[in-house]
């Protein structure tokens, strides 16, 4: 597609629950990545695919969380049993090239609003 | 590691005045990317511009300019003849290349109204 594109817009959970959040990131895009935006804050890092795989989780704040990118192209960012602190905006952003690179810009998605109660 | 910091929570101008948002940050690394991002209403994040630790020289692009100075740490973003179309947030951001350069590090945002 033209651009980055992620479902549901929005998201609400009860406490518990399991979700899973999809990316599509832009057609051909090699680096996929996940960013986590609390209110009022600037993202943060969550995960980072290179092609299927993925080479930094260090952002991830727990277990509960998990991501996957199966064939290289879409995205699955899946929260298990939801806390109220997992309330936010979760961004997906795909660039171009190896992200090692570091000139790279990243494309961002319109984000997916979860909303834990 | 790596910090920037966006003093400014939020400002508010009139139409046609200029504004600049300023930009810290703070690396040990010699080798680094600074971009800013504009995230409107809708939500997504705007890539505006990158600038490599290296490359120094001042840019402009329409209404926009920024400032890059190494001696100071910072990465100011001046919009000339602000309009309404103008009001977003604004985030400062770095990358750098230890540890593969995976991750931007943003700036908690400035919130930027410009009103009629």
């Known amino acids: 597609g033209a651009g980055v594109s992620q479902s549901p817009r929005y998201k609400v959970a009860k406490r518990g629950q399991d979700v899973a959040l999809r990316c599509d990131p832009i057609s051909g895009h090699v680096s996929l990545f996940w960013y986590q935006q609390a209110l009022g804050q600037g993202p943060e890092f969550l995960t980072y695919?290179?092609?299927?795989?993925?080479?930094?989780k260090s952002g991830l704040p727990s277990d509960r969380f998990f991501a996957e990118r199966p064939e290289g192209s879409v995205s699955t960012l899946k929260i298990q049993r939801t806390q109220q602190e997992d309330s936010a905006v979760y961004l997906c952003?795909?660039?171009?090239?190896?992200?090692?690179?570091?000139?790279?810009?990243?494309?961002f998605g319109q984000g997916t609003r979860l909303t834990v109660v | 590691a790596q910090k920037v910091t966006q003093a400014q929570t939020e400002i508010s101008v009139v139409e046609k005045e200029d504004v600049t948002l300023d930009c810290v940050y703070e690396?040990?690394?010699?080798?680094?990317?600074l971009f800013w991002y504009k995230q409107p209403p809708s939500g997504e994040l705007v890539f505006l511009i990158r600038r490599n630790s290296f490359d120094e020289q001042n840019e402009i692009s329409g209404r926009y300019s920024w400032n890059f100075q190494k001696s100071t740490s910072s990465f100011n973003f001046t919009i000339t003849a602000s309009q309404v179309v103008d009001s977003a947030v604004y985030f400062c951001a770095l990358r750098t290349v230890t540890g593969g350069g995976n991750k931007l590090t943003f700036g908690t945002g400035t919130q930027l109204k410009v009103e009629l």
């Open positions: 952003a795909s660039s171009t090239r190896v992200a090692a690179r570091g000139r790279t810009e990243a494309f």
């Open positions: 695919f290179q092609n299927e795989a993925q080479l930094d």
């Open positions: 690396t040990r690394d010699t080798t680094y990317y």
